[in-house]
C-alpha cells in the first residue's frame, strides 16, 4: 500500500473494515490494526520522497487514533454518534437522572472510606462491582445505538459511562493511595 493511494476520508470504521455498530469484534479490530500498522509503519517508506513519508506518518497515525478510540466503549460510543451527527453534550449537559447522581455520591464515599482505612478487600470488591455496572451500561448502549438507533438516549448513557469510568480511574487512585 503506498501512502498516497489512501482514502483519508474514510472513517475509522471503514479504515479497519468493520460495521459500523457498538457492539465489536475485538479480535477482529486487533487483527486489523497489526495488518494496518505493518502496512503503513514509517519506516517503511524511509525510502520514499519526504512528501510521502509526512503521508505514511499521517496515515500510522490516523490509524493508531482509529484503533485508540475503537477499542473503548466509552470512545467508540462517542464516535458512533458523532458520526450519526449527535453531540453526547459531555462538556454542557451534566443533568443526571437523581438517582444516578445519589449513586455515584455513595459510591465516592465509599471509595473514600475504603481508602481512608486502607481497605484494599473492600475496594476490591467495589471495583468488582463497578466493573459490572459498567458492563451492563454498555451492554444498554450497544442495543440503544445498535438495534433501536435511539442515538439521543445513547448520548445520555454515554455522559453516565463516562462518569463511572472517572469513578473507575478515582478506585484505581485510591489503590495506589494505599499501596504507597
Known sequence: ??????????????????????????????????????????????????????????????????????????????????????????????????EFLMQQMEWREAVEEAQQAKDIAALEEFETRLQHEMHELQRQLAVKIDTEHDYQEAAGMVRKLRFMEKLAEEVVSAFDVIDN
Open 1 to 98: 500500500m503506498q501512502p498516497a493511494a489512501y482514502d483519508f476520508k474514510q472513517n475509522f470504521f471503514q479504515l479497519f473494515g468493520l460495521s459500523e455498530s457498538y457492539q465489536l469484534d475485538s479480535t477482529a479490530l486487533e487483527q486489523h490494526y497489526r495488518t494496518l500498522q505493518t502496512q503503513v509503519h514509517p519506516d517503511k517508506f524511509a525510502h520514499l520522497s519526504e512528501a510521502e513519508q509526512r503521508v505514511s506518518m499521517q496515515l500510522s497515525t490516523r490509524v493508531n487514533e482509529a484503533y485508540q478510540t475503537l477499542r473503548s466503549p466509552l470512545k467508540r460510543a462517542r464516535y458512533l454518534l458523532t458520526l450519526h451527527g449527535v453531540d453526547t453534550q459531555e462538556e454542557t449537559n451534566t443533568a443526571m437522572p437523581v
